[in-house]
């Protein structure tokens, strides 16, 4: 076992990854590759930056070059893994504030996507849902670090309660 195995979560790890380190994109395996960008881009609101045929295509917030990329390539007409093997739990999608996941919600409401949860994590609000492939998808925005809830000495003290969807609905910005 190495030394950072038995770091209790408030000690600091002796040599930990720089603060500015962040996950820059994720490429997921898809099955039909329009049914994708018809989720992606058509329901969530990405921009489609590139595709090539029907093998893949990178969306992005913002003009970015891809925050996802969508393949074909070992995938075409392919299946969800099983229950039960490993593999990605979820790509998590950050919105700026409240109002864009509000937003986000609404796209969902309309398109008849049904959400496999929703909660309040006290540092974060989320909304958990499945794409078309199976993939899991969370959408959810941070709340302020000052606004964390923490534990006497100093950890994080996350919690897991329901999430008011009416409410955050309502905050949802009018179309444009």
Do not use: C
Request: charged residues 20%; without cysteine.
């Amino acid at each position: 076992m190495t030394p950072a195995a038995l770091l209790l979560p408030s000690e600091p790890h002796p040599d930990p990854v720089p603060a500015g380190t962040r996950i820059g994109h994720v490429h997921l395996k898809v099955a039909d590759l329009d049914r994708a960008l018809a989720f992606y881009r058509d329901v969530l609101g990405f921009s489609l930056m590139q595709r090539y045929g029907d093998q893949a295509a990178f969306i992005s917030a913002g003009g970015y070059h891809h925050h996802i990329g969508l393949n074909t390539w070992e995938s075409r007409g392919g299946r969800p893994p099983a229950p039960g093997t490993t593999g990605l739990y979820h790509t998590a999608i950050l919105y700026p504030d409240r109002a864009g996941l509000a937003d986000a919600l609404r796209r969902l409401v309309e398109a008849g996507i049904r959400l496999d949860g929703a909660s309040d994590h006290g540092v974060s609000e989320a909304l958990y849902l499945s794409d078309p492939d199976g993939n899991g998808v969370e959408l959810y925005r941070d709340r302020p670090e000052a606004e964390w809830p923490r534990n006497a000495d100093g950890t994080l003290a996350m919690v897991t309660k329901r999430l008011d969807l009416q409410a955050l609905l309502a905050e949802a910005p009018p179309r444009g």
